[in-house]
C-alpha cells in the first residue's frame, strides 16, 4: 500500500461533475490523485468510449472504472483499485493507496465521498 502523509484534500463542483483532490507526500515526493464524478448520466458516446464510472487520476495517469472500494477512517483515506483494470490500463502503481491527514474529514467531504461512490456504483464505508 501507498501510504501518502502531510496530505490535503479539496472539493470542487463545475457543474459538470463533482472532483475530490487528494495531495501527499510519498517517499518525501508529493503525489496527487483526483477522483471524478460526472453530474450527469453517460450518454451513448460517453459509454462507446468507455468514459462511464468514477475517474481516477494518479500522478497524471487517468482511467475510468479502476476504483473498487473508498474507506474513510477519521483522518485517513484508503482507496482501493481493481488490480485487473490497474493492468490493463497499465497504471504502475500498488491496488491501495492511502492518505493520512492531520484532522479527521469534515463531513462536506464525508458526503461527497458517499454520494460519488453511489452514483458510480463504488463501494464506500465510513468507520
Do not use: W
Given at each position: 500500500?501507498?501510504?501518502h502523509i502531510k496530505s490535503?484534500?479539496?472539493?470542487a463542483d463545475d457543474g459538470f461533475a463533482i472532483s475530490i483532490g487528494l495531495a501527499g507526500l510519498y517517499e518525501g515526493v508529493r503525489r496527487e490523485m483526483i477522483l471524478q464524478a460526472a453530474?450527469?448520466?453517460p450518454d451513448d458516446q460517453?459509454?462507446?468510449?468507455?468514459?462511464?464510472?468514477?475517474?481516477?487520476?494518479?500522478?497524471?495517469?487517468?482511467a475510468y472504472?479502476?476504483?473498487?472500494?473508498i474507506f474513510v477512517?477519521?483522518?485517513r483515506v484508503r482507496i482501493i483499485l481493481d488490480p485487473a483494470k490497474i493492468s490493463a490500463e497499465r497504471y504502475s502503481i500498488e491496488a491501495e493507496i492511502a492518505f493520512e491527514f492531520l484532522d479527521a474529514l469534515n463531513s462536506e467531504i464525508l458526503v461527497t465521498f458517499a454520494g460519488m461512490c453511489s452514483t458510480c456504483g463504488v463501494t464506500f464505508k465510513r468507520s
Open positions: 500500500m501507498r501510504t490535503e484534500i479539496g472539493v453530474k450527469e448520466e460517453d459509454i462507446r468510449l468507455g468514459l462511464v464510472g468514477l475517474y481516477a487520476e494518479y500522478d497524471g495517469v487517468g472504472g479502476v476504483v473498487e472500494k477512517e477519521n483522518s
